[in-house]
């Protein structure tokens, strides 16, 4: 037997099973929607009102399949930009939408402001411990938000999904990760730069940055799927990842 030929058949694929996330962006790819395409479908940051009527199309177009099939919406993060079209998707689909159980903690212990209260920290140490103070768009989005996703957890009616919390660019940051895909829906956690080098999005708390990065270097991820910017295909999409 030819030792060449039978590394290649020991070789593994790159995934057990065929990639399911669909990428559906404008042309001036402000930031990524992403639909994923299981048994039932679900979408991951709604985007804008032009998403939702792109991704309409191309579900009936490309992969023959109704808005109505879509059972879950998922928020990686509640910045305005990947919430705007959550409204005209659920006239869609009706699905419900789901977010990261630490908004819900937060709302209701409160908590300063990201990188407002890190820099008044360097300026005044502690002067501002006392103060709780949370952005009012995310109360106002929070009120949208029926199921709140746990680290760790398996998404909701997809259990090939696992929630990843990796707080950074902002508190209650997560990612989706398939384990038998290998793919893994980063948000704003992480997204790529010249040369497809992932960078680690921070607030200025380089620990919590240092076990985000820790955790995500040891799943297998050979997608990687970041809120802005192209898709990074490679089995080593973490080795050279810098933090902001």
Same mark, same amino acid.
């Given at each position: 037997?030819?030792?060449?030929?039978?590394?290649?058949?020991?070789?593994?694929?790159?995934?057990?099973?065929?990639?399911?996330?669909?990428?559906?962006?404008?042309?001036?790819?402000?930031?990524?929607?992403?639909?994923?395409?299981?048994?039932?479908?679900?979408?991951?940051? @709604? +985007?804008?009102? &032009?998403?939702?009527?792109? #991704?309409?199309?191309?579900?009936? /177009?490309? %992969? *023959?399949?109704?808005?109505?099939?879509?059972?879950?919406?998922?928020?990686?993060?509640?910045?305005?930009?990947?919430?705007?079209?959550?409204?005209?998707?659920?006239?869609?689909?009706?699905?419900?939408?789901?977010?990261?159980?630490?908004?819900?903690?937060?709302?209701?212990?409160?908590?300063?402001?990201?990188?407002?209260?890190?820099?008044?920290?360097?300026?005044?140490?502690?002067?501002?411990?006392?103060?709780?103070?949370?952005?009012?768009?995310?109360?106002?989005?929070?009120?949208?938000?029926?199921?709140?996703?746990?680290?760790?957890?398996?998404?909701?009616?997809?259990?090939?999904?696992?929630?990843?919390?990796? @707080? +950074?660019?902002? &508190?209650?940051?997560?990612? #989706?990760?398939?384990?038998?895909? /290998?793919? %893994? *829906?980063?948000?704003?956690?992480?997204?790529?730069?010249?040369?497809?080098?992932?960078?680690?999005?921070?607030?200025?708390?380089?620990?919590?940055?240092?076990?985000?990065?820790?955790?995500?270097?040891?799943?297998?991820?050979?997608?990687?799927?970041?809120?802005?910017?192209?898709?990074?295909?490679?089995?080593?999409?973490?080795?050279?990842?810098?933090?902001?």
């Amino acid at each position: 037997m030819n030792p060449a030929s039978a590394n290649r058949r020991e070789a593994p694929n790159l995934a057990q099973r065929p990639r399911q996330v669909h990428t559906i962006t404008d042309r001036f790819a402000m930031a990524n929607t992403y639909l994923v395409n299981d048994e039932r479908l679900f979408v991951v940051d @709604p +985007g804008s009102e &032009l998403h939702i009527h792109l #991704l309409q199309q191309y579900l009936q /177009r490309f %992969l *023959l399949r109704s808005p109505a099939e879509i059972d879950l919406i998922v928020l990686t993060h509640l910045h305005p930009e990947y919430t705007a079209g959550i409204e005209t998707l659920k006239r869609l689909c009706r699905a419900p939408v789901a977010a990261s159980a630490t908004v819900q903690r937060l709302l209701r212990t409160g908590t300063r402001l990201p990188g407002i209260g890190h820099m008044a920290d360097q300026m005044l140490p502690g002067a501002l411990h006392h103060i709780d103070l949370f952005p009012p768009a995310y109360v106002r989005q929070a009120r949208m938000i029926d199921v709140w996703l746990e680290d760790v957890a398996g998404l909701p009616s997809h259990p090939d999904w696992r929630v990843i919390a990796t @707080p +950074g660019n902002s &508190l209650e940051s997560l990612c #989706l990760y398939n384990a038998f895909t /290998r793919e %893994l *829906l980063c948000g704003d956690t992480l997204f790529p730069i010249e040369g497809n080098t992932p960078r680690l999005r921070s607030q200025g708390h380089t620990p919590r940055m240092e076990e985000t990065l820790r955790v995500l270097r040891s799943l297998p991820v050979c997608y990687l799927y970041p809120g802005h910017g192209r898709p990074v295909l490679s089995r080593q999409p973490f080795k050279n990842v810098e933090i902001e």
